[in-house]
C-alpha cells in the first residue's frame, strides 16, 4: 500500500506562487512515476505535471508549462510542485498520485494506482 500525502495548499494571489508538496510512504518507488492532477469545480480532473522517480524525466501540462516545475526528493520520499505566476484558472484541489507500475509519465488518471486526499489552492485577486 501507498500513502500520499499533499500539503502547502492555500489561498494564494494573482501572479503569485506557490509549492506543493505530496509525501509518499509505505513502499519503495525504484520504479516509480509521480504525478500531479487538479480538479477546479465544475470541472474534470486534469493532468497538471509528473515526474519519473529513477530518471527524473518531466511533463507538464501546456497550461502550466513555463511557469511550472516538479521535482522529487528521494531520500525523503517527496514530490514537489512549484508554480508561479498564478492565475485565476489555477485555482482547484491539487491531487498528487503514484504510478506503481510504468517507470515513465503518463498524464492519464486510470494508469495511477494511489492517489492524495488532494489540498486547495484557491488564486485571488
Known amino acids: 500500500q501507498v500513502q500520499l500525502v499533499e500539503s502547502g495548499g492555500g489561498l494564494m494571489q494573482v501572479g503569485g506562487s506557490l509549492r506543493l508538496s505530496c509525501a509518499a510512504s509505505?513502499?519503495?518507488?525504484?520504479?516509480?512515476?509521480m504525478g500531479w492532477f487538479r480538479q477546479a469545480p465544475g470541472k474534470e480532473r486534469e493532468f497538471v505535471a509528473g515526474?519519473?522517480?529513477?530518471?527524473?524525466?518531466?511533463q507538464y501540462a501546456n497550461s502550466v508549462k513555463g511557469r511550472s516545475a516538479i521535482s522529487r526528493d528521494s531520500a525523503r520520499n517527496t514530490v514537489y510542485l512549484q508554480m508561479s505566476s498564478l492565475k485565476p484558472e489555477d485555482t482547484a484541489v491539487y491531487f498528487c498520485?503514484?504510478?506503481?507500475?510504468?517507470?515513465?509519465?503518463?498524464?492519464?488518471?486510470?494508469?495511477?494506482?494511489?492517489w492524495g486526499q488532494g489540498t486547495q489552492v484557491t488564486v485571488s485577486s
Open positions: 515526474i519519473s522517480w529513477v530518471a527524473g524525466v518531466t
Open positions: 509505505g513502499r519503495a518507488f525504484s520504479s516509480a512515476a
Open positions: 498520485a503514484a504510478d506503481t507500475t510504468r517507470p515513465f509519465v503518463t498524464a492519464h488518471q486510470e494508469d495511477y494506482d494511489y
